[in-house]
Every structure is written in structure tokens, then in C-alpha cells.
């Protein structure tokens, strides 16, 4: 997953700016989830 997509889909979360403050390390484990959760979705629609 590229940065960019990374940093969207953190935005549209809203986690983005702890990992501003804090760095990729920083997110709970279950924004890490929901962030691939959200990767796969946005790439289903993708193929459709």
C-alpha cells in the first residue's frame, strides 16, 4: 500500500494526525484494521 493511500485512508478515519504526533507506531490495532478493511473496499470498487 503506497503512502499516499496510507495517509487517505487515515484521514478519512480520522487517525491521521495522531500518526503525525506519533508515527505509524502510535495507531491502536484496530485502526490498523479498519485502515486495511477500508484498502480492500476502496480496491473492490476498483475492479468493478
Do not use: C, P
Request: hydrophobic letters at 35%; zero cysteines; aromatic letters at 6%.
Amino acid at each position: 500500500m503506497s503512502d499516499q493511500l496510507k495517509e487517505e485512508i487515515a484521514k478519512e478515519l480520522g487517525f491521521y494526525d495522531t500518526i503525525q504526533q506519533e508515527g505509524w507506531g502510535g495507531i491502536r490495532a484496530k485502526d490498523a484494521g479498519n485502515m486495511v478493511k477500508r484498502a480492500i473496499e476502496k480496491a473492490e470498487q476498483q475492479m468493478k
